[in-house]
């Protein structure tokens, strides 16, 4: 299945999938708010303000299945991140990323394997997949923070293959 094709719902309710982010490299991260590694949000947000304008998306997936680290309602998890972080990229809905009842973005996402080779089960929050515009995903484990060189690595490679509109000379 072309993972673009997915329904997602925004934490607003509004009905959208990956295609509406086709001509963007997209970074899909499962966020919570009161996790050890929430602190990625700032790091986030960097990269979203840096490659925003060229081409990049964060989308940010709020989950609560790992100790519960993201209990809070929409309107809740919506004010920490605006508030805490001033986080602009876009948010989805709660999901569930592992287990039987995972959405099924997320279903597509864990048979891509990392680095070493190892696909499967989420293993914590802010855990990334770096989707290139031709369809490939990368997937950087949870410690890997946001700005680490192979994450920028992959993010601009997936912005290299974007196409340069045509400049008309006068």
């Given at each position: 299945?072309?993972?673009?094709?997915?329904?997602?719902?925004?934490?607003?309710?509004?009905?959208?999938?990956?295609a509406a982010y086709a001509d963007r490299v997209v970074m899909i991260v499962n966020v919570a708010s009161k996790c050890g590694l929430t602190p990625q949000y700032e790091k986030l947000e960097a990269l979203q303000r840096e490659y925003g304008d060229r081409g990049f998306t964060v989308l940010g997936f709020p989950c609560n299945q790992f100790a519960?680290?993201?209990?809070?309602?929409s309107d809740d998890i919506k004010e920490f991140c605006s508030m805490t972080y001033g986080?602009?990229?876009p948010l989805?809905?709660?999901?569930?990323?592992?287990g039987r009842h995972r959405h099924p973005?997320?279903?597509?996402?864990?048979?891509v394997a990392d680095v070493a080779g190892r696909a499967g089960r989420?293993?914590?929050?802010f855990e990334k997949f770096v989707v290139s515009p031709d369809g490939r995903v990368q997937r950087?484990?949870?410690?890997?923070?946001?700005?680490?060189?192979a994450v920028i690595a992959?993010?601009?490679?997936?912005?290299?293959?974007?196409?340069?509109?045509?400049?008309?000379?006068?």
């Amino acid at each position: 299945m072309d993972i673009r094709e997915i329904p997602l719902t925004t934490i607003d309710g509004d009905q959208t999938s990956l295609a509406a982010y086709a001509d963007r490299v997209v970074m899909i991260v499962n966020v919570a708010s009161k996790c050890g590694l929430t602190p990625q949000y700032e790091k986030l947000e960097a990269l979203q303000r840096e490659y925003g304008d060229r081409g990049f998306t964060v989308l940010g997936f709020p989950c609560n299945q790992f100790a519960g680290q993201e209990p809070g309602s929409s309107d809740d998890i919506k004010e920490f991140c605006s508030m805490t972080y001033g986080v602009t990229f876009p948010l989805m809905e709660k999901v569930k990323v592992n287990g039987r009842h995972r959405h099924p973005l997320y279903a597509e996402l864990t048979a891509v394997a990392d680095v070493a080779g190892r696909a499967g089960r989420v293993k914590w929050n802010f855990e990334k997949f770096v989707v290139s515009p031709d369809g490939r995903v990368q997937r950087f484990r949870p410690a890997t923070q946001p700005d680490d060189p192979a994450v920028i690595a992959a993010v601009e490679t997936g912005l290299a293959q974007l196409r340069t509109p045509d400049l008309e000379t006068t």
